[in-house]
């Protein structure tokens, strides 16, 4: 009660620094009874310094992830991409080269995402890189419900091994659930393996 | 994954990579990913397919009225014809929790506009169901409509010259056990039937001493070799003639009889039993031999469960075992001895020719030696008609197998003394003895002398027994297959299984002295006295067919013959490895039955 209150003041006062009219649906309540799992990909791990490379997303309905209406974009960056990150995420300095600005991608991330409630692994850390470009653009943080994955792993394993120990790496989490790993590492792989944890844990 | 990983996965799932690249990319934006756990129904008879899948992991079990018809994993999909057709006669159950595309209904059934990928499906459908039905039906329509005229027995065709004359004609005729007689006249054939004899020369008055020629009618209808079956029926009918000449290359090739093309139909077997009667010599039984494998693959391909397919060969075996019997043995001997085979032959289990072992038992007071010429002869002749000599010299050319009553008696006393390794082997293909010719009164003695040998001696029993865990049911802890590493990865079905199952039967039926040599007889003599309930009696039956029928299958397509009790289980149908499977569960729940009922785990 108290916490829903506090939400709703807070979603208010968020709305209220909203600079464009256009993007008052995000506020909306949401019917869809669809899910959005994003994943992004970035330069570092510090929100403050480091930048997005690329943004995935897929929306699930029911027991189904939508992969026929996924969400990829390429963001252009300030500078060079470290050599280290390469490694990771495989996003080459070329492949940026027909990659958006960072408004234009929020901005089409935003109309693909909707008020619909947001699904990922260490949530918190996208939505402070996609809040770290949202800000400026639009004056608010992302206003969407939020689910952590790794919260929902913790929470069913914990029920079983109650003083257990509960390994929350990404890929123990695909094996215990028997989720093929696709192996490329890229925003919207992650995204509908995500999608796949999400479906397992959900039903 | 990515939206180029998804391509890749179906790409290679057939039929897709025949799509081109854009309709590909225009599939690729419709497909979905669905997960389902365990246990939900996604077709049945009521609830109509939405959705072409593809399985990305787990799998999906297909149920036609109950019974596990298919089995569905990785890279399988399903179910187009329930799309294509809006029914569907099976119930698809997610069998473990499952991640697949779904290709929504409206957009699979776009994608059939394409020329190649209908074909597919559609072709696929026709094929499906040809197996279902012969698995189902067990039809007798295909191979009626299969069968060529050359898969027939043809009589042999009396052909004479033209200018002969009606008497000797008709000499010949009766000599080749003929029913029409053909004459050549300017490069064609005519006929002389039953008719034109009794209307030309018993009322026409035609002086049997003219020329042939005189009283032949009609010009020859005649088939090719290769020609259907169906067409044969279809002439005769057409014409009303009750034969009709088979023709190959422009030469004659016999005479193909009406009642042997009806009776064809009602029972294959009957005519090679016919054939075997027939020979006259060792030349006209190895005709027979041809016969005997394609009928084995006729019924084997019509779903005949092997137990009645080995039965009846054995039957004709027999039979072939009779008439080179009476060929070699003189008529004043054939009561003074027994013929009898053993092992697979003995218990009428054997399929394809597998290792002549036979052996004589000659009546006390009768010269042995009489025999050995007869007995080699008649080995050879065995020879001839492609019965492998036994490596273990188990055969009646052996002066071993060649004895008389008391000589088998001592033999058998010798056995329940010392049972080195040599002896056990003998004394297991002696428990299969089946008598094929001469008096089965010899062999019934011993039978008899064998029964009160080993009563009540558990200890041998259990020596005798000890054999059936001579080798690992190749199943491991998790229910996959052990493979034979130094055969190429194939399984030992005979070692693995077969083996066990029989012996434990044999030994069981000589503790319980029991008479039938086969080992489902036996196990039906077991459950009647009490030993085995009729449940397990059952499992042990149909694990026993299973296995069998593997194995046919096996030797049918093994080119060597010591690698025809290999089989590699990827090239089974996923049905099939579930029956091996759980066949194999069987024999190791029949191996802790024989440990108990004899106390292996005390015998050294």
Redesign the interface.
Known sequence: MFFSLYNNFKKKRNKAKLKDEKFSFLFDEDRSGEYVVIDTETTGLNPQVDEILSIGAVKIKD??????Q?F?VYVKNSRAISSKSIEIHRIRPCDVEYAKSSNEAISELLNFIGSRTLVGYYLEFDADMINKYLKPLLGIKLPNKMIEVSELYYDAQIATIPQGHIDLRFDTMLKKY???N???H?A??DA??T??IF??LK? | MSILDQRKLIESIHPFELLSATALENLMKKIDIAYYPKETLLISKSLPSIAFYIIIKGSVAEFVDDELHNVYSAGDSFDADALIYEKCESRFVVDEDLICYEIKKEDFLDLMQNKKVQSYFLQDFVTRHQHLKDYAAQSELTPFLMSRVSDMFLHSACVVESDESIYNSLVKMRDAKAHVILLKVNDEYLIVTDTDLREKVLLGGVNVNEEISKIASSRVISIELNDFLFNALLIMTQNSIKRIVVMHKGEIKGVLEQLDLLSYFANHSHLVAVQIDKAKNVDDLKNVQDDLKNLLIILNSKGVKVRYITKLVSTLNIKIYKKVFDMCVGVELRDKCALIVMGSEGREEQTLKTDQDNALIVKDGIDIEDFHMPMVQLNSYLLELGFPVCSGGVMVSNVFWRRDVSGYKSLISSWVTSLNEENLKNLSIFLDAKCVAGNVQLLNELTDHLHYSFHSRDDVLAHIAKAVLNFETPLSLFSSFVLEKNHNNKLDLKKGGIFALVHGVRTLALQYEIKETNTIERIKQLNNQGIIDKNFATELMESFDTLSSIRLKAMLEAKEMKESNLINPKNLQKIQMDLLKDSFKVINKFKKFMIFHFHLNMVG
Request: glycine share 4%; no cysteine; aromatic share 0%.
């Open positions: 027991n189904k992830i939508l992969t026929s996924t990829e028997n989720i093929p696709m192996g490329a890229n919207v792989n509908v393996m999608a796949m479906l397992k039903s």
